[in-house]
Each structure stands twice: as structure tokens, then as C-alpha cells.
């Protein structure tokens, strides 16, 4: 085993690690798993990794999308937009999956999910003129 110590259950996890490390010629096991816990203990890290995997499967690498357009990634997909009961106000959809996307693009334009995707965003104008924004998916 390894002195691996950073898992309550340290007899398996050290175990394990071994293996997986001596065995399998892998990374240590636990590498990573603090971004893991975190994504899984935030509901907006849990939904932007789900929909950056479902717009990954429906889209080109490099298709810009509103928050409109994920809103109805997120409705095709059934993945449920945090803080929203339903789909029925599309117009009310988008602002909360903008609400929920402000937050990774505070010090960037850009920002990397723990299991690689990148999601960037960029300021645009409407066909008349408007603000927008628009987010892009890719490895």
C-alpha cells in the first residue's frame, strides 16, 4: 500500500492506490478527487459540467451558444437548471442559466471544467444591436 491520506477510508484508498499506481502503471488515485468533491457539492459546478457534456455530444467544437440555446440543451437533455421549477418560461430559463454561468467568468473568459472541458465566453451584439453573450464548449 501507499501513504495515500487523503480518504476517510485510508486502509482502501491506500490499497487501492498501490494498485492502481504499481499494477496499472496509472496516476495516483486520488489525484483530483478534491476538484470532484467540490464539483459534486456545488449544484452549479454539477449542472455546467452536465450540460458541457451534453452540448459536447450535440454540438460542432466550435458553436457559440446563448443562454437560450442552453436552456433548451438543458430541456432536450433533460438536466434540470438549478434554482428553476420547469421549462415553461423560456425568457425567465435564460436569465437563471446566465445567473448561474456569471460566476465561472469573474477573473476570466474562460473556464475549465475538472474533467477537461472548456467553456469560453464572449460578448456579441444581437441582429439589432443588443448585448449578448455567448459560450463556447471544446476540449
Same mark, same amino acid.
Given at each position: @500500500? =501507499? =501513504?495515500e491520506g487523503r480518504h476517510s477510508f485510508r486502509e482502501w484508498a491506500q490499497t487501492?492506490? $498501490?494498485i492502481v499506481q504499481k499494477v496499472f502503471?496509472?496516476?495516483p488515485l486520488l489525484d483530483d478527487h478534491e476538484k470532484a468533491q467540490s464539483r459534486v457539492s456545488s449544484p452549479s459546478e454539477s449542472w455546467l459540467r452536465r450540460v458541457?457534456?451534453?452540448?459536447? @455530444?450535440?454540438?460542432?467544437?466550435?458553436? $457559440?451558444?446563448t443562454?437560450?440555446?442552453?436552456? #433548451?440543451v438543458c430541456e432536450d437533455g433533460d438536466i434540470e437548471?438549478?434554482?428553476?421549477d420547469g421549462f415553461e418560461d423560456h =425568457? @425567465?430559463?435564460?436569465?437563471?442559466?446566465?445567473?448561474?454561468? @456569471?460566476?465561472?467568468? #469573474? =477573473?476570466?473568459?474562460?473556464?475549465k471544467t475538472d474533467d477537461g472541458i472548456i467553456v469560453t465566453r464572449k460578448l456579441d451584439k444581437d441582429?439589432?444591436?443588443h448585448p449578448i453573450k455567448l459560450y463556447e464548449f471544446g476540449r
Open positions: @500500500k =501507499t =501513504t487501492s492506490d $498501490w502503471g496509472e496516476a458541457a457534456l451534453e452540448v459536447e @455530444k450535440r454540438y460542432a467544437p466550435d458553436a $457559440w451558444l443562454a437560450r440555446e442552453l436552456v #433548451q437548471i438549478p434554482g428553476l =425568457t @425567465k430559463a435564460a436569465r437563471r442559466v446566465g445567473a448561474l454561468l @456569471k460566476p465561472f467568468f #469573474q =477573473t476570466s473568459m474562460t473556464y441582429d439589432e444591436g
